[in-house]
């Protein structure tokens, strides 16, 4: 858990340079829970939640597809990505899957590449929010069909909220102060 006298341990110990001070203690993969969090705070509300559903383009998507779909670039040079793209060419191929149309093939295998990547950076993504639910810097509840819960299922989906340190990355717009007049005889009877 983080410390209060870690501020005194870095200099000018902004509240982003805490958060991120408190990520690097409390997550196993600190970069990839400031990405995160950085992604929930673009489409969360003033409250700091966001979810169940984004909306991308004129469609919503759930999330946590979302969220996936978002940090999926990250790992494009991977290795282990190539290998996968392969992996699964070689599969389609071997079930008869492709037509031999080079464009209709490539988009047949990004689109599978693409399934299995969501399936992996979901749980990755589980992993990482619920280290930052530990941490105090993240809440989870799950809303849909029925009613809003705890836990997952009955076509419920995930909904995030930005809490403590994390509440630095919400963009909250500044309200416009309104500059009263001051008051002149005869208005209070104006109205």
Same mark, same amino acid.
């Given at each position: 858990?983080?410390?209060?006298?870690?501020?005194?341990?870095?200099?000018?110990?902004?509240?982003?340079?805490?958060?991120?001070? %408190?990520?690097?203690?409390?997550?196993?993969?600190?970069?990839?829970?400031? @990405?995160?969090?950085?992604?929930?705070?673009? +489409?969360?509300?003033?409250?700091?939640? $966001?979810?169940?559903?984004?909306?991308?383009?004129?469609?919503?998507?759930?999330? !946590?597809?979302?969220?996936?779909?978002?940090?999926?670039? @990250?790992?494009? !040079?991977?290795?282990?990505?190539?290998?996968?793209?392969?992996?699964?060419?070689? &599969?389609?191929?071997?079930?008869?899957?492709?037509?031999?149309? $080079?464009?209709?093939? &490539?988009?047949?295998?990004? &689109?599978? +590449?693409?399934? !299995?990547?969501? $399936?992996?950076? #979901?749980?990755?993504?589980?992993?990482?929010?619920?280290?930052? +639910? #530990?941490?105090?810097?993240? #809440?989870?509840?799950? %809303?849909?069909?029925?009613?809003?819960?705890?836990?997952?299922?009955?076509?419920?989906?995930?909904?995030?909220?930005?809490?403590? !340190?994390?509440? +630095?990355?919400?963009?909250?717009? =500044?309200?416009?102060?309104?500059? $009263?007049?001051?008051?002149? %005889?005869?208005?209070?009877? =104006?109205?």
């Amino acid at each position: 858990m983080f410390h209060a006298s870690v501020s005194s341990r870095i200099p000018g110990g902004s509240d982003l340079s805490l958060l991120l001070d %408190q990520l690097s203690h409390c997550c196993s993969r600190p970069r990839y829970a400031f @990405m995160l969090l950085t992604l929930i705070a673009d +489409v969360a509300r003033p409250d700091g939640s $966001a979810g169940p559903e984004v909306r991308v383009g004129e469609g919503l998507i759930p999330l !946590r597809d979302w969220l996936c779909d978002a940090l999926t670039p @990250m790992g494009h !040079r991977d290795p282990r990505r190539m290998a996968l793209v392969e992996r699964v060419r070689d &599969e389609l191929r071997n079930g008869q899957r492709l037509s031999g149309d $080079a464009i209709a093939d &490539e988009a047949l295998v990004q &689109e599978e +590449v693409r399934g !299995r990547v969501r $399936a992996s950076g #979901k749980t990755n993504l589980s992993r990482a929010v619920t280290e930052l +639910v #530990k941490a105090g810097l993240l #809440k989870r509840h799950y %809303q849909g069909y029925r009613v809003d819960h705890l836990n997952r299922g009955a076509q419920r989906q995930a909904v995030y909220t930005l809490i403590g !340190r994390a509440r +630095v990355l919400v963009g909250v717009p =500044a309200t416009p102060r309104r500059t $009263a007049a001051p008051p002149r %005889q005869g208005d209070l009877f =104006a109205h």
